[in-house]
């Protein structure tokens, strides 16, 4: 926006520069910028108004009516990040967990498939030695040969390996979400196939001793982690189900039910994942006693359970989500 010239009265000249600013140009607001900011947008709406009335053109009209218009659309975008901010951490509080437990059952499933995986990739690795290293990436094979945890480079590197690790957890969970689109066959081969790779692991690191530094590395973190990717995988199967059996629904409308119920249920375990990589990157390959590191796990999963089974329920267990649950 062009700022008048030296006609324009200092408290519109005020508003412009507030404008620029809270648009994003120039530094960082704060409160009492925005709350000089909503006294002088009322100011200019009122003088606005009394011009408006004269039903005269001129410089300051003109120059009223787009300074004004330029304040509408910034307040527009302040209440709507505020209530965006407020719904997103009202849905945390209750309505995610209410959704959690409403569809608790395929939590289970996820759950269970994960495990089974785990199961098959120890039976296969105590019965064909070769089996690990189809299913395991080479270079931490190479590093349990060599009798090393190849987690310990994360502690050279905590703050770049926490957010490697973050964006790693975050693919595999986003990935066994939207496979859930294939009628949840994706999502049962990748929380399957993970298990697998997970069992084969714990046997070889079992076979050469390493099985207390391996635990003692996975427990703390694996709290928060492993059942982020549950819930990620819940989420898939839920989308899947909705896909598969409609139920009474015409099937357009099962899917759109089930993509949003997918959603919401998949995007309460972004803070599960932040959490459990500063974890993963600060705390886990320290070489802390395992009785702190049980201590952390404990306490972690402790939390994640009263959140999920304290929170009232909320805008997350509303109506039309019911219709996918068990």
């Known amino acids: 926006m062009k700022s008048a010239a030296t006609s324009t009265p200092p408290d519109w000249a005020r508003l412009e520069e507030l404008v620029k600013r809270l648009s994003g140009r120039g ?32 410089e300051e009209l003109w120059y009223l009516n787009r300074l004004v218009a ?9 209440r709507r990040r505020r209530s965006a901010s407020r719904r997103f951490l009202a849905f945390l509080g209750s309505g995610w967990p209410a959704l ?53 480079d994360i502690r050279d590197m905590k703050p770049v390996a926490s957010s490697f690790i973050f964006s790693n957890n ?6 066994a979400f939207a496979a859930g689109i294939t009628a949840g066959l994706g999502t049962v081969w990748i929380l399957f196939a993970n298990g697998v790779s997970f069992g084969a692991i714990s046997w070889v690191v079992a076979t050469h001793g ?6 003692g590395f996975v427990v703390a973190h694996g709290a928060l982690e492993l059942p982020a990717i549950f819930l990620a995988g819940a989420a898939g ?20 039910l089930a993509g949003r119920t997918a959603f919401r249920l998949f995007a309460g375990t972004a803070p599960l994942f932040v959490v459990a990589a500063v974890v993963e990157g600060f705390f ?14 404990a306490l972690l999963g402790a939390v994640l359970l009263l959140w999920v089974l304290s929170a009232r329920r909320g805008e997350g267990g509303s109506v039309g989500d019911g219709a996918l649950a068990d």
């Open 70 to 78: 330029a304040a509408h659309a910034v307040l527009y975008r302040v």
């Open 170 to 175: 975050l693919m595999v969970a986003i990935l």
């Open 100 to 152: 959690v437990r409403e569809h608790r059952r395929w939590v289970g499933a996820a759950t269970a498939i994960f495990l089974a995986g785990a199961a098959i990739g120890i039976w296969y690795s105590a019965t064909d030695a070769a089996f690990p290293a189809h299913v395991t990436p080479p270079e931490i094979l190479a590093s349990i040969e060599r009798g090393e945890m190849w987690t310990d």
């Open 210 to 215: 390493m099985s207390r530094g391996f635990w």
């Open 284 to 297: 886990s390959p320290q070489p802390y006693p395992l009785s702190a590191k049980l201590g952390m796990s």
């Open 27 to 58: 530094r960082p607001r704060n409160a009492d910028e925005i709350r000089e900011f909503w006294q002088l947008y009322r100011a200019a709406t009122s003088r606005l108004a009394a011009i408006q009335a004269q039903k005269r053109p001129s």
């Open 237 to 256: 199967l839920v989308l899947g189900r909705g896909i598969l059996f409609p139920r009474e629904l015409p099937r357009s409308r099962s899917i759109a």
